[in-house]
């Protein structure tokens, strides 16, 4: 009989368009205990990301789609109760994918369980964010696909979350005029006053198309899509020969009911004469990089040349509607969910 008391939020339906009561439930899951080789680990720190929002669908994608009843996918920062391994300890810090629950039993050597050895002056959670997942793809997606170079206009969507608010001090620190689009004055302002952007164009404003070129007089030479919709619709025709389009995701479609026809980056791109080089990745393809990448963005948050916000919720009974928010655009910076001390 284990010790834990776990509760987990689990799938009971899959969602068609936005997540609607009884879509998700919390209840009480037993924790399994650890077997040669394994570790039970509490949970910290929760991430919530975009990304979790297609894996609920039943639609086979770049990843499995969440089984009904199974713990909604998620990393977290946990620390380690019990161990049977000589890999971790008890007390050691670690990098996981637990799901959305207290706690989680899994293998000490299983792949993308990343040990902490946290630095000075770097919080715990941060982890999570800007010297995390979602820091490592904006940083690996501008810097490996779109190569920035001193003088080129970059231009980031969601330029407040974690991803964009590493892409774009990342291309200022190449040299670039950097462009945000944000939603909301509050966010613009601080994109440009606290991040050091050169702009940021309100997409809510009502003058997406005209804003943006206003902010960008000289084209655009890398977009780094986050959004898609009317964003990429905007950025297209602003596009410079030999521009470059990592896609990280399109969050603007990702609550689109299963009967929507939605306009995916791909098929805007894809009309241009001539089409821009663009592709989706993951971070998974530099995952050989993980502790380098990891380094150089905990020493800029050490050092205060990374800055960034962060929105916390309180208790994972609360994770839901942060997540609900967070994809339209409700929190600021990054979404984390803070469980346990």
Known sequence: MSQYQNRAIVLKQRPNGEIQEGDLAIEERPVRMPEEGEVVAQVLWLSLD????????????????????????????????????NKLKVGDLVTCYSGWQEYVTFPADASMVYKIDQKEGVPLQTYLGVAGMPGRTGYCGLTYLGK??????????AASGPVGTVVGQTAKLAGCRVVGVAGGSEKCGYVVDELGFDACVDYKA??????LKAACPD??????????GDVTRAVAPLLNPGARVPICGFVSAYNAKSTDKVETPFDILKRLDPVPEHRFFLITEWQDKHQEITDILTNRIASGQLKYRETVAEGLENAVEAFKGMLKGKNFGKQLVHIAD
């Open 219 to 228: 084209g655009i030479d890398i977009y780094y899509e986050n959004v898609g």
């Open 206 to 211: 009502g003058n997406l198309e005209a804003d």
């Open 50 to 85: 975009p990304y979790m929002r297609p894996r609920m669908n039943d639609a086979k994608g770049y990843m499995d789609p969440i089984a009904i009843d199974d713990p909604i996918v998620g990393e977290s920062v946990a620390r380690i109760v019990e161990s049977r391994s």
């Open 148 to 157: 920035p170079k001193s003088g080129e206009t970059v231009v980031v969507s």
